[in-house]
């Protein structure tokens, strides 16, 4: 239910959404309470001052990919498609979710993804309900594969 996790789905919503929802997604504004994530909201707020909005649910994720390619055009010294690839394998950056790591070999970052429950408790600046109770989880691929071992599925399911 990533996609339903979007604030934009919460405000077209409006008093329709039922309260004690459980979803699940990439990102939600009120779940992390990092320094990072204060100043992105800030930013986020000044720049869309006129709209009734909070980033969606791939906000911090994108925020946090393009400081991580910022980092590694930088280290490369460029911006050689392979020089920045090599850069990325193993690099660390911190955003809104929390601090990432680019795995060197599957290429794929370990980010905490947010459970929370559709509720009027979250300060959202739309008429409508928020998140509450918002946690975040982290599912390594490690883990994910020996949750799949023996079970016929294949792997990324």
């Known amino acids: 239910m990533t996609l339903a996790m979007d604030p934009t789905v919460f405000s077209a919503l409006g008093s329709t959404m039922p309260e004690g929802v ?13 320094e990072t994530n204060t100043e992105f909201l800030n930013k986020y707020k000044e720049h869309a001052k006129d709209l009734p909005a909070i980033p969606s649910f791939t906000g911090g994720s994108a925020y946090s990919a393009i400081w991580m390619y910022k980092k590694a055009m930088e280290a490369a010294g460029g911006t050689n498609t392979s020089d920045v690839v090599s850069e990325l394998e193993g690099i660390e950056v911190t955003g809104p979710r929390g601090t990432w790591k680019m795995d060197p070999k599957s290429h794929q970052a370990n980010a905490p993804s947010v459970l929370g429950v559709s509720s009027s408790d979250d300060d959202v600046p739309y008429n409508g309900l928020g998140l509450s109770n918002n946690k975040q989880v982290t599912l390594t691929r490690e883990k994910a594969t020996s949750l799949l071992d023996g ?5 990324g399911l």
């Open 22 to 34: 459980k979803v699940a997604g990439w990102y939600w504004h009120s779940a992390f309470d990092n």
């Open 151 to 155: 079970s016929g599925f294949p792997p």
